[in-house]
């Protein structure tokens, strides 16, 4: 849902940051490493020490590369084949990176069921990129759902740092409880358009 209607804001926000970044002859492959290697900080390093809020400010920061860089690749002529699949694949690697750490410290801190949780949300999350990447890989149409990558990524980061500053924990309970479920549903929601593209007629 996200994608629908922030996207083409955001890359008019960025382009001139995206521009200044070619012209000091930082690549697109260089910034979506760094927003990576960002993620794997505050969710495996910040979010296990129990500092929720910092954690999700600084991957809500690098969550932004994943615009810069394609607006950098738009910009210099440099969209590729090589540069979707780097960049699909960072995003897995900061998606584990986001609930595996919520994974950790819930573990960490005695929290059994919202560990568990978060591991929903982490699977359900994965599966519906994969499935996703697999119809596109045979040929087939398969996007969209009520919980898209963006939706996820963003409901998750500003939850937790709220509640990393001020909101009880079962507002981050509640918050991956409808996270999971939704996942779930954009899954159902992708297989029935595959299905719907390979049956017999």
């Known amino acids: 849902m996200l994608n629908r209607y922030a996207r083409a804001f955001f890359a008019k926000l960025f382009a001139p940051l995206a521009a200044e970044l070619l012209r000091r002859g930082i690549s697109p492959d260089a910034v979506t490493i760094f927003g990576t290697l960002g993620l794997l900080v505050g ?25 810069i860089d394609g607006n950098m690749a738009r910009q210099s002529g440099r969209s590729s084949p090589w540069g979707a699949f780097l960049d699909s694949s960072m995003d897995r690697i900061g ?28 699977i359900a999350g994965f ?39 001020f909101l009880p924990m079962w507002v981050l309970t509640a918050a991956m409880s409808l996270l999971a479920a939704a996942s779930a549903f954009t899954v159902a929601q992708r297989v029935a358009m595959v299905h719907a593209q390979t049956r017999p007629v």
């Not at 495996?44 to 615009?67: H, I, K, Q, R």
């Open 127 to 165: 599966l519906t990129s994969y499935v996703k990447a697999r119809a596109e890989g045979l040929g087939l149409r398969c996007e969209g759902g009520i919980a898209e990558r963006a939706d996820r990524v963003v409901v998750i980061l500003v939850t937790t740092g709220l509640v990393g500053l």
């Open 95 to 122: 998606d584990g990176a986001i609930f595996g750490g919520l994974v950790l410290f819930f573990a960490g801190s005695g929290q059994g069921a919202n560990a568990y949780l978060a591991l929903a949300c982490l």
């Open 43 to 67: 969710g495996l390093v910040l979010y296990p020490m129990g500092e929720l809020f910092w954690g999700s400010a600084l991957m809500g920061a690098m969550a932004f590369t994943d615009m």
